[in-house]
C-alpha cells in the first residue's frame, strides 16, 4: 500500500514514534517509573531506532547513488541525537530529555517522505573515503543537536528556578522539572557531548577542507555551508576555551552553545533547503 506515494513501510518509523509519545502521555504522571517500565520503553526505542535506521540508510544509499537533502540530514541528525540519548540514558539520569528526542524524531521521520532529496553522486556509495566523511559529519551534527536540546532544557530549568517562567505547581510542566537532575550535573551533561561532539565536528571540518578534491570530487570552494560551517567551529571552539580558561557557565554558555548550533544548522541543513525548496536546484 503507497501513501502519498510512497510505501507503507516508509511511513512506519512516524508511526511507531507517534505511538510511543501517546503511550507516554497517557502514562499516569502520578506514578514514578518502574524498573521494568523504564526497560519497556527503552526496548520499544531501540526496535524504533533499527526500523528508522534501515529506512534511512535505504533512502539515502540507493541503487542509483547517494540521494540526500535537508530532510534527510535532518532525519539522520534526529536518528543520531536519539541513538545517544537511548545510550546514554542507561548510565545517567537524563531521562527527562525524552521527550524532546523523541518529538524531535517524529517530526524529523516524516520529512523525507514529503522531501525525497535529491540524486547528489552515483559513485559516492562506493567510496569508503566519502562514507566514512558522511558517518562522522552526521554523528557530530546529531551530538550537537542533543546538546542544543540539553541547552533549552537547561535554559527552561534555570528561567522556572528564578521564577521568571510561570509554572503551576502541580502541573505536568512542574512534575517533568522536578524529574531533572540538579543544574550543575545537567551542566557537566552538556560539557559531555560539547565535547565528543567538537571532537568529531573538527575532525568532518578540517577533513572536508583538507579532501575536498577526494571527498567530494571538486576542489575546495568557500561558498556559504563552508564558512558557516567554520563559523560554527570557532563559536564552539570559543564556548570550550572559554570553559576551560574563566569556567563559563551557565546563562552565557547556553546562549553560545545555541548561537554555534544555529550555524552549524545553517551549514548542513539550511544550506540544502535554500537549494531544494526556495531555489529548487540541486
Not at 6 to 30: D, E, H, K
Not at 97 to 112: E, G, I, K
Not at 214 to 221: D, E, H, N, S
Request: hydrophobic share 60%; net charge positive; charged share 10%.
Amino acid at each position: 500500500m503507497d501513501i502519498l506515494g510512497y510505501s507503507a513501510s516508509g511511513w512506519l518509523p512516524s508511526v511507531l514514534y507517534l505511538l510511543l509519545l501517546v503511550f507516554l502521555a497517557l502514562r499516569s504522571r502520578q506514578k514514578a517509573e518502574s524498573a521494568t517500565f523504564t526497560a519497556l520503553i527503552q526496548g520499544a526505542i531501540f526496535v524504533i531506532l533499527v526500523i528508522h535506521g534501515i529506512a534511512l540508510h535505504d533512502s539515502v544509499f540507493t541503487p542509483q547513488g547517494f540521494v540526500f537533502g535537508f530532510a534527510q540530514d535532518l532525519s539522520l541528525i534526529a536518528w543520531v541525537g536519539l541513538a545517544f540519548y537511548w545510550f546514554q540514558s542507561w548510565f545517567l539520569p537524563i531521562a527527562s530529555l525524552r521527550w524532546l528526542v523523541l518529538c524531535f524524531a517524529l517530526v524529523c521521520s516524516v520529512l523525507p517522505l514529503l522531501f525525497s532529496g535529491t540524486l547528489i553522486s552515483p559513485t559516492a556509495v562506493s567510496d569508503p573515503w566519502f562514507k566514512g566523511h558522511f558517518i562522522v559529519a552526521t554523528i557530530s551534527v546529531g551530538l550537537l543537536s542533543l546538546a542544543a536540546m540539553h541547552a533549552l532544557l537547561m535554559n527552561i530549568q534555570d528561567r522556572a528556578l528564578h521564577r521568571q517562567l510561570s509554572v503551576a505547581p502541580d502541573g505536568y510542566v512542574a512534575n517533568w522539572l522536578e524529574d531533572l537532575p540538579p543544574l550543575m550535573t545537567m551542566e557537566s551533561l552538556l560539557f559531555n557531548l560539547l565535547y565528543v561532539g567538537f571532537a568529531l565536528l573538527s575532525l568532518t571540518v578540517f577533513s572536508g577542507l583538507l579532501f575536498s578534491q577526494t571527498l567530494f570530487g571538486k576542489p575546495l570552494v568557500f561558498d556559504h555551508k563552508t564558512i558557516f560551517a567554520l563559523i560554527s567551529w570557532f563559536l564552539f571552539a570559543g564556548l570550550l576555551i572559554a570553559r576551560w580558561r574563566v569556567g563559563l557557565r551557565g546563562r552565557s554558555a547556553v546562549r553560545w552553545v545555541l548561537g554555534a548550533y544555529t550555524a552549524l544548522l545553517l551549514a548542513y541543513v539550511g544550506s540544502r533547503f535554500v537549494l531544494e525548496v526556495i531555489l529548487q536546484r540541486v
